[in-house]
């Protein structure tokens, strides 16, 4: 599951994320922020790198409970996961650089 390009409801439970193997990404955000848009190429850029990491973004805001699972305050907040667990987050990237250095430490 290559780069995801839109945001979509939860359709994922924390439970189901918790019992994932391997390496997965989360992504939370919406698709009318701001930020969100504007860290999409650095996103993409990282995830092409890495097509076999699925990439899973969640639109987040009020009424959401998935990102107040992970603390998410901030968009986008990419949530690194190995085996269910969190590995490492990035908040906000504005760069491809600190996106890689974190999908190194899931894979």
């Known amino acids: 599951m290559p780069y995801t390009s839109q945001y979509t409801p939860e359709t994922l439970s924390r439970?189901?994320?918790d019992q994932?193997?391997?390496p997965?990404?989360?992504?939370?955000?919406?698709?009318w922020c701001g930020f969100c848009k504007g860290a999409q190429a650095d996103i993409k850029a990282a995830m092409d790198n890495h097509p076999d990491v699925p990439h899973v973004k969640?639109?987040?805001g009020k009424g959401?409970?998935?990102g107040r699972t992970f603390g998410v305050k901030l968009w986008p907040s990419l949530i690194f996961?190995?085996?269910g667990e969190e590995i490492a987050r990035v908040v906000r990237p504005d760069n491809s650089g600190d996106i890689e250095g974190a999908l190194t430490k899931i894979l």
Do not use: P
């Open 20 to 22: 994932t193997s391997g």
């Open 64 to 66: 959401r409970r998935l």
């Open 15 to 17: 439970d189901e994320l």
């Open 58 to 60: 969640v639109e987040d």
């Open 24 to 31: 997965m990404v989360i992504e939370f955000g919406t698709n």
């Open 81 to 83: 996961l190995k085996d």
